[in-house]
């Protein structure tokens, strides 16, 4: 099995080359120029534009955009194999020092997100597989399928509007992760403002997952539940928790897993929405500033990052495959 | 600390529902009342962070707002500024005096002021001038913005504390280019290594600006440079700190040149959401809303509760709303085309529904409080009736009856184009879309985003779209690059307006030295603009704002964005924060 991760492992460098160059093409090829938006935005008066064109060309050499796209990608091939992800365009800062300043926020923002998904829905699923069609099964349906259909960017509109403390309750604070002030705080007070900070986010990043994921778990389960091994175990006289806990849950976690993949990218994905509407500087708004003002090499930092997760993450999931279904094993199957 | 559960208790709320005091206006009675003092600080919202602090090389309209405020003084400062009673660039700031001009007006010479410290301490001197100009110009470096107002500016000369500007072509509006463009950055900062010392200005615009690798570590250092997040300027605010995401505060200078302003600190904090930043400006976590929505200036701040401790208003940002018509395309080449257009869009109606009243119908290209707006020009009235008749005599009549008009086998559809960042234009264009079809015009809408839109409109790859033309100052300036025929290519007639005489009009009113000979000009340029219609503009933009009952004197000015904190001030009894304390 060993042989079969590291064959995987080495199987991911072409893969990541083919989507590094597939990314930066889309990148490349993608109308706008970083170049032009550097004339500055819509709010500022601007200078002689007849003759930009020779300003914009000048840039546009600064930012190495006047070589041939091969050219330019061969560059970054050269620069990203020393782990030197380049420097942004916007303020020419090492991307790799941007990142660092938001990677950890939105690690934190989702790791807890999806801790709570998963602590709350497993077990919402297990009980609503164990007693399928029940009033508390019915119940927990309608109500994880009502959270589902309501859009959180409304969910937070309306959290900041009632609970932010403007004309109704102030209960929460409505942006950053942080007090002002907190700088000068005592550690466990920061860490309690900084809690305290996260509950809204939070709360909009996870309430509608769990809908998808206890729906997962409960259909998982009812499919194993039924099965003979489990009637085996009933007649053998073992009791229902060790049934369903032991036996059937076990089993039923491989549609989960295979969610888990996505889980890697996911904690530093970030959302840009729940991101803008709590002003909270994390990798979502990060991405979408790369977009808008084209700033390339971020945009490829990014994309590779992502990449690199993806296929991390469906390496770990297969890896946990094995753990929950010792049936499961890469020795000789391994090209199936 | 006070945020925790705090619950308001149901009693008060009634109470503020019970109350609303009638009539209650946004006026500031109090606004020059006392002796004004120093103290409290003012915590502005920030939509955007800025990308970066380094003048000549942020893109960010908010990077200026915080680094050079909204006269050209905060934490850097430039030559000239704007005087308050006309808004013309006559006031001298780090220029001892406006530039004395030669009569061929090709050269301008100022006299750098004695005795300004930067913030660190040393002093200013002309050759931080110099130093400022010279990396602005340096093609190695991230400048393009500041690049592209100085393509006239052909030498640099000094002589102990005069500079004497040196252009390649008179123009009215070289002062400006000079004078109002770059803020004045330190040299011994930027370039403690002296990389420039041995260049002269002209070497950096010449051959060797490009390929010295002296120059060439210079730019590399320069665009990088860790001052570019921590500036050190002269002006009257300090840089204090930047957390990123978070906040940007600077400090009162207390060693600055020039009048003192009164307030301890400016905190600029980034709300990037409207409705959080409302509820944070109500929970009094923000003094200063520069901006608010439409719906909730009309809606969400009003009552007694709001009135009792904010004030709210409208100002003019000196921006208009526009549609244009690609002058190219076979519909819109006869102006009688572009003028029915016109009068087929009811700007009132579209003032009133989507901006909720904040705008006044526009009618030029400049704003009605600048000089040389021209206040005989009347904007073509709303008249389906009118718009009708002038499509028949163009010959844009429905000949196979199905409803839409055509003219020798082309039917009149067209495609409006718009960004997906722009509120309005999802807002428009159902408007727009209904009207055309009454009168026989089959318009679609097509949405993409900025950077995309902006290439296709410099490629003048549309039919129609719309734009928001802005503009830094109340002079006519930045219009040659707008609506000269020469500008359709590169400038920003993305139109395709071609006209001789206007163009005339544009190039004599450049070289007029007279003001009110200047202004002539100008008033026929517009005569034609509105005749012709090749831009049919919907409105003046309206902002509305809302700050806290406390600061006095309160002055928005009419450049941007508007709001002046150096006159601001706050009695010493209402005073919110304290300098040793945080908030």
């Known amino acids: 099995m060993r042989i079969y991760f590291v064959k995987r492992l080495l199987l991911m460098v072409p893969t990541l080359l083919g989507i590094s160059l597939v990314s930066f093409l889309i990148i490349h090829l993608t ?50 194999l020393t782990f030197d992800f380049g420097e942004s365009l916007r303020d020419h800062r090492p991307i790799i020092d941007k990142l660092k300043e938001r990677i950890p926020v939105s690690v934190k923002l989702s790791g807890i997100s999806l801790l709570f ?34 859009p959180n960017f409304w969910i937070a509109t309306m959290a900041i509007v009632y609970l932010g403390g403007g004309d109704f309750w102030n209960v929460f604070p409505v942006y950053g992760l942080a007090s002002p002030n907190a700088g000068s705080w005592p550690w466990w007070q920061r860490l309690e403002d900084e809690l305290w900070h996260l509950i809204l986010p939070v709360t909009c990043l996870t309430y509608y997952t769990f809908a998808v994921l206890s729906r997962y778990m409960r259909v998982g389960m009812i499919e194993i539940i039924r099965q003979d091994f489990i009637r085996t175990a009933r007649a053998k006289g073992l009791g229902e928790r060790t049934i369903v806990y032991r036996h059937a849950l076990r089993n039923s976690l491989i549609p989960i897993v ?17 991101e803008t509407l709590f002003s909270i500087p994390g990798m979502g708004s990060l991405s979408y500033e790369a977009v808008n003002t084209r700033d390339y090499p971020l945009l490829m930092a990014i994309f590779t990052l992502s990449a690199l997760l993806t296929l991390l993450g469906i390496l770990l999931a297969d890896f946990l495959y094995t753990l929950v279904d010792p049936r499961i094993g890469y020795e000789k199957s391994a090209t199936a | 600390m006070a945020r925790r559960i705090v619950m308001l208790p149901l009693v008060f709320l009634t109470f503020v529902i019970g109350c609303t005091r009638p009539g209650a206006t946004s006026e500031n009675s109090a606004a020059d009342a006392g002796q004004p003092v120093q103290g409290d600080w003012a915590v502005v919202r920030f939509e955007s962070e800025p990308d970066n602090l380094n003048p000549l090389i942020t893109q960010l309209a908010t990077a200026r707002y915080a680094l050079t405020g909204v006269n050209n003084a905060q934490i850097y400062e430039f030559l000239m500024a704007y005087n308050p009673k006309d808004w013309d660039l006559t006031e001298p700031l780090l220029a001892v005096a406006p530039p004395a001009i030669s009569d061929d007006h090709l050269s301008y010479t100022f006299t750098i002021r004695d005795g300004v410290k930067w913030h660190d301490g040393r002093p200013l001197t002309p050759d931080d001038v110099l130093f400022t100009f010279k990396a602005a110009a340096c093609p190695l470096a991230d400048t393009a913005w500041a690049r592209s107002f100085l393509t006239d500016l052909a030498d640099i000369q000094m002589d102990a504390r005069s500079m004497r500007f040196v252009m390649s072509k008179p123009n009215v509006y070289n002062v400006s280019n000079i004078a109002n463009v770059l803020a004045i950055i330190p040299k011994h900062v930027f370039d403690a290594e002296g990389l420039l010392d041995s260049f002269s200005y002209k070497d950096i615009i010449g051959p060797k600006g490009k390929s010295d690798p002296k120059i060439k570590k210079f730019a590399d250092q320069f665009n990088a440079h860790a001052a570019n997040r921590a500036p050190v ?13 978070r906040e940007l505060v600077l400090t009162r200078n207390e ?38 929505l439409p719906i909730q200036y009309t809606e969400q701040t009003s009552g007694a509760a709001f009135d009792q401790q904010f004030v709210k208003m409208k100002y003019s940002i000196l921006q208009e709303a526009a549609i244009m018509w690609n002058n190219e395309r ?39 409080s600048a000089k040389d707006f021209n206040p005989n020009l009347k904007a073509l009235p709303y008249d389906p009736k009118r718009a009708a008749e002038l499509l028949d005599e163009a010959g844009w009549k429905d000949h196979d009856g199905d409803g839409i008009r055509d003219k020798d086998g082309v039917k009149f559809k067209f495609e409006f184009l718009g960004s997906s960042g722009s509120q309005i234009f999802k807002q428009l264009s159902p408007v727009l879309t209904e009207e055309f079809r009454k009168a026989g015009i089959e318009m679609t809408e097509r949405v993409i985003e900025f950077s995309v839109m902006l290439q296709s409109l410099k490629d003048h790859r549309f039919d129609a779209s719309t734009l928001n033309f802005s503009h830094g100052d109340l002079s006519p300036a930045d219009a040659f690059q707008v609506w000269h025929s020469s500008a359709v290519a590169g400038g920003s007639n993305f139109f395709n307006f071609r006209n001789p005489q206007a163009d005339r009009l544009l190039e004599e009113a450049r070289l007029e030295f007279d003001a009110e000979k200047r202004k002539q000009l100008y008033w026929r340029w517009q005569e034609i603009v509105n005749e012709e219609q090749p831009v049919t503009f919907v409105y003046y ?41 945080n908030p």
């Open chain 2, 233 to 245: 300027g002269t002006g009257p605010y300090k840089f204090e700190r930047w957390d990123s995401g």
């Open chain 2, 330 to 368: 076979p519909f819109f080449k006869d102006k009688r085309v572009r003028q029915a257009m016109a009068m087929l869009v009811e700007r009132q109606k579209i003032i009133d529904g989507i901006r909720l009243g904040l705008g006044k119908i526009g009618m030029s290209f400049l704003d009605p």
């Open chain 1, 258 to 274: 295979t969610l888990m993949a996505d889980l890697l990218p996911a904690l530093l994905g970030g959302s840009i929405v729940v």
């Open chain 1, 117 to 150: 998904a998963y602590l709350i829905s497993i077990p919402l699923g297990v009980h609503s597989a164990t007693h399928p069609y029940s009033i508390g099964d019915r119940v927990t349906t309608i109500v994880l399928f009502g959270l589902y259909s309501l």
């Open chain 2, 255 to 292: 060693d600055y040149w020039g009048k003192k302003p009164y307030l301890d600190k400016i905190v600029y904090r980034i709300i990037t959401d409207y409705t959080a930043a409302l509820t944070a400006l109500k929970a009094g976590d923000t003094d200063v809303m520069p901006r608010l």
């Open chain 2, 541 to 581: 933009v309206e902002e509305s704002g809302a700050y806290s009952k406390r600061f006095r004197n309160v002055q928005w000015l009419p450049l941007r964005p508007g709001y002046d904190l150096n006159s601001w001030w706050v009695p010493r009894g209402l005073q919110k924060y304290k300098t040793s304390a």
């Open chain 1, 31 to 80: 109308p706008g120029d970083p170049a032009l938006l550097k004339l500055g935005d819509s709010e500022q008066r601007s200078g002689n534009q007849l003759l930009a064109a020779q300003i914009i060309d000048e840039t546009r050499a600064l930012y190495g955009l006047d070589q041939p796209l091969y050219v330019q990608y061969l560059r970054w091939l050269k620069r990203i």
